[in-house]
């Protein structure tokens, strides 16, 4: 066990509620974070069945504004800005010139001149610096991160909990879409959307308010069985339904087809970064595939960087692994030779110098019964 | 933190309960809690030999895998096959029903290198 030095670690907001909750810090690139308070388990499914919110203040907030911020945009994400309309949000990913993925992120359209891109805390300085250097003059960027707050609330009583916060006169937005309340007199931001598979808002607001919304959804999420959950849970959900880690599923060294990922990336936009490169991963396939996989056995779960065979032949290597708490199973992702990657191919994963058999499956590898 | 009495500890978090000839051995109270839900466990081999503190079993939790190593020097007589279908036990009776392997001991002498209760609660204050 590593003991958890405070030196050069950011703290969200949240930091002194984490630990007076009992919460297991640990280090998460420069942050300090939750990774559980009551378990994994018990948090992983409070969010499948009830609900669970995570402090998710470590996440970047760019704000891009100007009369060409959608037109730059477009230029530099892969999806297509302009289908956004004011108030709506999708995701995107930032690359750079070889198609390579530095960010995976949610971009809103927030006013018809301003757009808000919810971007990984570990990218937020480097999505910043490259999107500053690529930056037309006619337009503004400013990294808001430290301004925000964030908490994400997931589960299937999502609804009835902000009844309870909000009362009847606020509605959640639609599904991807972002609804501000600063005209109800509220300063808080909420988005419909989230990284467990289950209904869930990401709601943004004043750092100094973070405190308060926290304890005010604990409290009134009592009632509904809601958890604070923490990273563990939030890469058990997430895996469970495939989405991709940056910096685990995804990096510089791949593109979005590869990852399987080709629907956030609008092929017809003349000009974007890594357009090219794309073109060409479309035209003539790419060597390898993203594919999600499940362990046929009840033994050792899957870890990242563990290799990948089929008939004696490694085919590739697992970058997300766990036990689903759903499926009670061993899941993962991994990067394999493209002429394997059809979805049923029986594949093995080597554990500690033993083999042990799995399939290839579709997304997600969990569905709601 | 349940820490008994009767036992020897180590650095490394693993607790010994010397029965004769033989040692007992789990991981702590503290190092289960640190680990959280326990969801596989690789138990070592009965006849296996090993150094003390060499790397002898797997235990896993949702997010990680942690190796175990031998507190003795020895050969593995017994091993927990409880812990297949119900690893959990390591988290809910990590002294008791939780215990992983039994080690015949190449010399006795050697629990008395190993931490004592009192010097493995200091470790971990």
């Known amino acids: 066990m590593t003991p958890v030095s405070d030196a050069a670690q950011k703290k969200t907001p949240l930091y002194e509620e984490h630990v007076r909750l009992g919460a297991k810090m640990i280090p998460f690139g420069n942050w300090i974070m939750p990774v559980q308070y009551s378990g994994i388990m018990d948090e992983h499914q409070a969010v499948r069945k009830n609900v669970g919110v995570f402090d998710i203040s470590h996440m970047g907030q760019l704000v891009a504004t100007g009369p060409t911020a959608g037109v730059w945009l477009n230029e530099m994400l892969t999806n297509n800005t302009q289908k956004l309309e004011v108030g709506t949000g999708q995701y995107t990913f930032l690359l750079n010139e070889s198609g390579g993925i530095i960010d995976d992120l949610i971009v809103y359209r927030t006013a018809p001149e301003e757009f808000l891109l919810v971007v990984n805390a570990s990218r937020t300085d480097e999505d910043f610096a490259w999107l500053e250097r690529h930056r ?234 | 933190m349940n820490v008994p009495d009767d036992l020897f500890y180590t650095e490394s978090h693993e607790w010994v309960r010397q029965e004769g000839e033989n040692a007992r051995v789990g991981i702590t109270d503290h190092a289960q809690a640190e680990l959280t839900d326990v969801v596989y466990v690789e138990l070592p081999k009965i006849g296996a030999q090993t150094e003390a503190r060499g790397q002898i079993a797997v235990v896993e939790s949702v997010k990680a895998a942690s190796d175990i190593y031998a507190p003795v020097k020895g050969t593995v007589v017994e091993v927990n096959k409880a812990l297949e279908g119900n690893p959990a036990l390591i988290n809910t009776d990590p002294f008791g029903e939780g215990w992983i392997f039994v080690l015949k001991m190449d010399s006795t002498d050697d629990v008395k290198r190993l931490k004592d209760a009192a010097a493995y609660r200091k470790a971990i204050a």
């Open chain 1, 136 to 369: 037309a003059n006619d337009l503004a960027l400013s990294n808001r991160s430290a301004d925000y707050g964030g908490l994400a609330i997931q589960g299937p009583r999502v609804v009835d909990l902000f009844q309870s916060i909000l009362g009847d006169d606020v509605d959640l937005p639609p599904r991807n879409a972002i609804v501000d309340l600063a005209a109800k007199g509220k300063e808080l931001l909420i988005a419909r959307t989230g990284y467990t598979g289950e209904d869930g808002v990401e709601v943004f607001f004043p750092t100094k308010d973070a405190a308060m919304v926290w304890n005010e959804v604990l409290d009134k999420g009592k009632a509904l069985g809601i958890r604070p959950c923490g990273l563990g849970a939030r890469d058990t959900l997430r895996l469970e339904m495939c989405y991709p880690l940056n910096g685990s599923d995804l990096s510089p060294e791949h593109n979005p087809i590869e990852a399987g990922l080709g629907f956030f990336v609008d092929l017809k936009k003349p000009k974007f970064i890594g357009r090219e490169e794309l073109v060409k991963a479309k035209e003539t396939g790419t060597a390898n595939r993203l594919v999600p996989f499940r362990m046929k056995s009840k033994g050792p779960p899957p870890r990242p960087h563990y290799s990948v065979w089929r008939d004696g032949e490694q085919i590739g290597e697992a970058t997300s692994g766990t036990l689903s708490p759903s499926l009670n199973q061993g899941i993962g992702m991994a990067y394999v030779a493209a002429p394997h990657a059809r979805a049923g191919t029986e594949i093995e994963i080597e554990i500690r110098g033993q083999k042990f058999p799995g399939t290839i499956e579709k997304k997600p590898l969990y569905k709601k019964s």
